[in-house]
């Protein structure tokens, strides 16, 4: 472990383990083990066995590790964002880093004091106003009342709910909530920031001034701060380094630009229809097939196009919902196809096929990614595949020299007009 005062944390060796399906870290049985494995001198059994967590496959363990032998330094005033596909484990590192779950094993050094924001409401009581939380988060990250007072005007007015700031939280909107969250954790007085993808509930205006907050926060006032987001042109805009994570594993770290190129490259290494079926006990995926297409799934970008999907579901009885989404190589959210549907057969297992017709003229030349996401009674996620969809959209060139390029934006409608 680095003993470089210029480090603002220090992770090393980390790991969490979790038993799939159990409160806690398993039985008594297991529990005994593990004492009589301990009063031997001998290492925890439970840490030899364990599987990546890799949610596309169904694995054969009850263990699984969210986090393996990570290893990192991370400086003074530095902003890291923090990437990965679903699962990968970033979510799980935010929380050991903010004490809010301990590390299987391993050890992280932190020079001084954290403040997160890790979902809606952290740290929030919800029968307190929001004058009163204000004062006790600020208590929770040890400032006095007074450093708060001196504080709690430019919370306020960068929250923009000064008018319901008497008003007990419970009854705030998830976007107030939010923003009222956010403005404590990035104007009280501590050394590290920590912010999870929390931001996307929030309208476009309040992620933009969130974004500039953050960047001052790094660049004015010398703070560290961890950014996870899926949104990659924000990772570009405000992080100079970033992490990237991956079943679990730590897979790269460094300048922000390398790293997001070596992550575009491993999501070009994606599941398509050649390597389905893809299963989780719930739902098995057969086929994914795009038509029109060729070898490369190539699209003109003036053909109209399908997405189809061939799954058996073996949930009897209930409702059902399946929701496409379609992103570019920013990972910029174009748009989701949500489709409804219900298995009311006796059968526990149905076969359903599904086509997402999408217009030509609609995406703009480049590649796009689909993920897939299976839920019921629109409460619950069942089976959630992130980027299992890829395809290129192909633009038919006309013009010469500085004309024969890219249109600009990421829609490509075709304009009519007139020319009198």
């Known amino acids: 472990m680095s ?25 008594i049985s297991h529990d005994l083990n593990r004492w009589w494995h301990k009063v031997r001198g001998k290492d925890d059994p439970y840490l030899k066995v364990g599987e990546a967590n890799d949610r596309t496959k169904k694995g054969g363990s009850d263990y699984v590790w969210a986090l393996k032998d990570i290893n990192l330094d991370i400086r003074q005033g530095d902003t890291v964002g923090i990437i990965g596909r679903n699962g990968a484990g970033k979510s799980t590192l935010l929380k050991i880093l903010s004490k809010v779950t301990k590390p299987t094993t391993g050890n992280i050094k932190l020079n001084g004091r954290i403040a997160s924001l890790l979902e809606v409401g952290t740290g929030f009581h919800p029968e ?24 709690f005007d430019e919370i306020l007015d960068f929250s923009g709910v000064e008018r319901y700031v008497d008003t007990p939280v419970k009854r705030y909107s998830s976007g107030m909530y939010v923003r009222l969250a956010f403005a404590v954790a990035a104007h009280l007085e501590s050394e590290i920031l920590i912010v999870d993808e929390v931001l996307a509930v929030g309208d476009a205006e309040f992620q933009k001034k969130c974004l500039g907050k953050m960047g ?23 992080c100079k380094s970033s992490v990237y994570l991956k079943n679990g594993t730590l897979q790269m770290q460094g300048d922000t630009e390398s790293v997001l ?30 038509t029109p297409k060729d070898d490369k799934y190539e699209i003109d970008i003036d053909d109209d196009f399908v997405i189809s999907l061939t799954f058996d579901c073996k949930i009897a009885n209930k409702s059902l919902a399946l929701s496409i989404n379609i992103f570019n190589d920013e990972d910029i959210h174009m748009f989701e196809a949500f489709v409804p549907f219900a298995n009311e057969s006796n059968s526990e297992v149905k076969s359903y096929t599904v086509k997402i017709s999408i217009p030509g003229y609609m995406l703009n030349s480049g590649e796009y990614f689909g993920s897939i996401l299976f839920g019921e009674d629109q409460t619950m996620v069942v089976m959630d595949l992130d980027r299992v969809i890829r395809f290129n959209v192909e633009e038919n060139y006309i013009g010469t020299g500085k004309f024969l390029r890219r249109m600009p934006g990421i829609v490509r409608p075709n304009i009519s007009y007139v020319v009198e």
């Open 128 to 151: 307190m106003t929001g004058r009163e939380n204000i004062y006790l988060n600020g208590a929770i990250l040890g400032m006095t009342k007074k450093e708060i007072s001196r504080k």
């Open 261 to 290: 190129m070596r992550y575009k490259n491993d999501t070009r290494l994606i599941h398509s229809s050649a390597n389905a079926p893809l299963e989780n006990g719930y739902f098995l995926i057969r086929q994914i097939d795009i």
């Open 216 to 238: 001052d926060v790094a660049r004015g006032e010398g703070r560290t701060v961890l950014f996870v987001s899926h949104n990659l042109p924000s990772i570009k805009q405000l």
């Open 3 to 27: 003993s470089n005062n210029n480090i603002a944390l220090s992770i090393d060796n980390l790991s969490k383990q979790y038993r799939l399906g159990q409160v806690g870290t398993g039985t």
